[in-house]
């Protein structure tokens, strides 16, 4: 399957063209590692490779996962204009004075540019006000071409309804799938919110499709042809632990 089979999106207004599809590499993680790292370098670097080589050319990552170093000696042989990246600071609500350590980042990645940049796992209403001086940062490094995108990875309900109508974000991670699991809230609530998020442009990365590895076949099945049916979820993300998984992936899609 190639890149033009799984297509590509422009996220929202701020007019980023990404892949559909998203390699994450974050499943339960936290303090500089994820089970995608937990793997081992090789065979972490295996899965990131396969993916680029069936047509995933857009790959989310986190300071808090630890995964820039991987992707970056993945994909170093790789035409960086080929593939996006995506990855996430600390918020200021979570790490009080917390900075995002762009020169840290883009060197970890072994690039110059980062397409879309998160402010990370934002979960109160007053999101805003706590982080506006990072807000204003990644707004001057978006002025100066250094980041293409810059929005929150939202990680409650009340954080994703106040993202739906800040002017300042561009684009969102939200957790969605049918079943309700490792969500914010029940289908029936977020897709609303998403679906207002969308109308106002900003773009939109589903994540925790398959509930953070909980659901079976069928239940994953469901959950992306549900997901992509809804028409405000621009970008699917899956974070693979294993080539056949890549594969089942890109046969369900």
């Known amino acids: 399957m190639s890149s033009d089979a799984i297509g590509m ?6 007019g980023l063209e990404v892949c559909r599809v998203s390699c994450g ?43 820039h170093v991987h992707v970056n000696r993945a994909l170093h042989d790789r035409m960086r204009e080929d593939y ?28 110059n ?13 007053s999101w805003v006000e706590q982080n506006r001086e990072q807000m204003d940062t990644l707004a001057e490094l978006k002025s100066r ?9 939202c990680h409650s309900l009340v954080a994703l309804e106040v993202a739906a109508e800040e002017p300042w974000v561009d684009v969102i991670h939200a957790r969605i799938n049918p079943f309700g699991m490792e969500m914010d809230a029940e289908p ?5 919110v998403l679906e207002r998020a969308k109308a106002n442009g900003k773009g939109i990365i589903g994540m925790k499709l398959f509930g953070q590895g909980k659901m079976n ?4 099945a469901e959950s992306i042809a549900w997901t992509s049916a809804l028409g405000c ?15 089942e992936f890109l046969t369900l899609i």
């Open 25 to 67: 590499t974050g499943t339960i993680a936290g303090g500089g590692q994820s089970n995608q790292t937990r793997l081992g370098e090789d065979p972490f670097n295996d899965i990131l490779r396969y993916a680029y080589d069936r047509g995933i050319r857009f790959f989310d990552t986190a300071d808090a996962y630890g995964t």
């Open 188 to 192: 029936e609530r977020v897709v609303p």
């Open 84 to 111: 996006q990246i995506v990855t996430k600071c600390h918020a200021r609500e979570h790490v009080p004075d917390a900075a995002p350590p762009i020169e840290r980042f883009v060197e970890e990645l072994g690039t």
């Open 9 to 14: 999106v422009t996220l929202g207004s701020c």
């Open 233 to 247: 979820v621009d970008v699917l993300l899956v974070a693979f632990e294993s080539c056949a998984e890549v594969d």
């Open 217 to 220: 076949a069928a239940q994953r």
């Open 145 to 153: 071409g250094v980041i293409g995108a810059h929005g929150v990875s």
């Open 113 to 125: 540019r980062l397409d879309v940049l998160q402010i990370h796992c934002v979960t109160t209403p």
